[in-house]
Nanobody
Framework: QVRLVESGGGLVQAGGSLRLSCAAS???????MGWFRQAPGKEREFVAS????????LHADSVKGRFTITRDNAKNTVYLQMNSLKLEDTAVYCC????????????????WGQGTQVTVSS
């Protein structure tokens, strides 16, 4: 069983930056991990995914060039650096673990964190 704890969310002005962290414990950290987000009244949306080695990543078109996913296996932590934030980035961001490879599908992951709120203001 994997346990994921996100941190780093908060309130930021449009154009600003935040870095989210996801600390993992358990037995599935060797798989690919990802970040998803969910805004009120909307479906959970893929943001980014990273392989165990960190050598391959996948980012949603909506965040490409602004967000970057990385991981530090020595610290069992995955990060999401978010730059040039927009109002539409406002959502609860959740970390996911356990995918056998890069995947934008939430069904590929078998472990989820509780999420951290990101609010972008004008």
């Amino acid at each position: 069983q994997v346990r994921l704890v996100e941190s780093g969310g908060g309130l930021v002005q449009a154009g600003g930056s935040l870095r989210l962290s996801c600390a993992a414990s358990g037995r599935t950290f060797t798989n690919a991990m990802g970040w998803f987000r969910q805004a009120p009244g909307k479906e959970r949306e893929f943001v980014a995914s990273i392989t165990w080695s960190g050598g391959n990543t996948l980012h949603a078109d909506s965040v490409k060039g602004r967000f970057t996913i990385t991981r530090d296996n020595a610290k069992n932590t995955v990060y999401l650096q978010m730059n040039s934030l927009k109002l539409e980035d406002t959502a609860v961001y959740c970390c996911a673990a356990g995918s056998p490879g890069l995947s934008p599908s939430r069904y590929a992951y078998n472990g989820w964190g509780q999420g951290t709120q990101v609010t972008v203001s004008s």
